[in-house]
């Protein structure tokens, strides 16, 4: 088990960049795969990006090319920078966490990401 906290949420205007963090209760070197979902109002929770523990990343399609998710080990942080905002991007965006081998996925409370004029 492992506790995220999310952090880094906010107001901006289209266009705009925020940068989430994504904070582990405990060592995530080397075995766990970290990811970022999103759930827009009315709407199931969606795929967003994750990054594996060999450092690998991957996006789903409305996100390639705007935003890009790191981690830093040393810090039991992962981010994700989130570029040219659009007002489709507006949702509740959650940390998740799942160690290599387990089907357990560990969930953060989430953060608020507003884009609007």
């Known amino acids: 088990q492992v506790q995220l906290v999310e952090s880094g949420g906010g107001l901006v205007q289209p266009g705009e960049s925020l940068r989430l963090s994504c904070l582990a209760s405990r060592s995530i070197l080397n075995l766990w795969i970290m990811g970022w979902y999103r759930q827009a109002p009315g709407k199931e929770r969606e795929y967003v990006a994750r990054?594996?523990?060999?450092?690998?990343?991957d996006y789903t399609d409305s996100v390639k090319d705007r935003f890009t998710i790191s981690r830093d080990n040393a810090k039991n942080t992962v981010y994700l920078q989130m570029n040219s905002l659009k007002a489709e991007d507006t949702a509740v965006y959650y940390c998740?966490?799942?160690?290599?081998?387990?089907?357990?996925?560990?969930w953060g409370q989430g953060t608020q990401v507003n884009v609007s004029s």
């Open positions: 998740s966490a799942r160690r290599l081998g387990s089907t357990v996925v560990n």
């Open positions: 990054i594996t523990n060999s450092g690998s990343t």
